[in-house]
Nanobody
Framework: VQLQASGGGLVQAGGSLRLSCVAS????????MGWFRQAPGKEREFVGA????????DGVDSVKGRFTLSRDNFKNTMYLDMNRLQPEDTGVYYCAAHRSFESIRGAPKYWGQGTLVTVSS
């Protein structure tokens, strides 16, 4: 299984971006897909995740109200719509997948390559 992330770029503070993550296939261990990010000089952190079946989402407080997760089951694609971006949102964004919200927060089974998001002030 491969996860392909895309959509990163350079944007001014207050702007928006949409990230996409396409899964080459889906397995029983991919009920939840999500995003992590790694800012320069910092550890990678969980951003949010979505359940493929129920569309229930989970996310960190710092992005709630600004970032929205969605998915297209037919396209095996997950989206992260990021609005009101701030410089502190800068980082490499990685998509990931695992069986549950708990497991994806702990140690995702599948990882995609990162896509760089840069927010200028």
């Amino acid at each position: 299984v491969q996860l392909q992330a895309s959509g990163g770029g350079l944007v001014q503070a207050g702007g928006s971006l949409r990230l996409s993550c396409v899964a080459s296939a889906r397995t029983l261990e991919m009920d939840v897909m999500g995003w992590f990010r790694q800012a320069p000089g910092k550890e990678r952190e969980f951003v949010g995740a979505i359940d493929w079946t129920s569309s229930v989402t989970d996310g960190v407080d710092s992005v709630k109200g600004r970032f929205t997760l969605s998915r297209d089951n037919f396209k095996n694609t997950m989206y992260l719509d990021m609005n009101r971006l701030q410089p502190e949102d800068t980082g490499v964004y990685y998509c990931a997948a695992h069986r549950s919200f708990e497991s994806i927060r702990g140690a995702p089974k599948y990882w995609g390559q990162g896509t760089l998001v840069t927010v200028s002030s």
